[in-house]
């Protein structure tokens, strides 16, 4: 079950990304092939590369597990720059939201 979800979270983070397996493999100091084992359910990465690839995507271990956010990288932007925002404009985007989901 896991296994499934770790392989097919990489898979849609990288591809939003836009970037190959390869380049990623390479990029976390891994053979070109690497991403595409785990992907393919051939293998999974030790603890270490696990936090490589969560670094590589700049997200938290517990945002890459978090199923119910499809797009973490852009959660954690969306966070960052309401941080930025007094509370009336906080209160502001909140009703647009809210609006949103009507």
């Not at 293998?43 to 797009?71: G, H, N, W």
């Amino acid at each position: 079950m896991y296994e499934r979800f770790l392989s097919e979270r990489i898979a849609k983070l990288r591809t939003k990304k836009k970037v190959s397996a390869r380049d990623m493999s390479l990029s976390i100091g891994q053979n070109e092939n690497y991403i595409n084992h785990i992907e393919n359910g051939k293998s999974m990465p030790s603890m270490q590369v696990f936090f490589y690839i969560c670094e590589y995507f700049k997200i938290t271990p517990q945002e890459f597990f978090d199923e119910e956010t499809k797009d973490p990288v852009q959660m954690k932007e969306i966070v960052t720059d309401l941080k930025t925002l007094d509370e009336k404009k906080i209160n502001h985007v909140h009703d647009i939201i809210k609006d949103l989901k009507r």
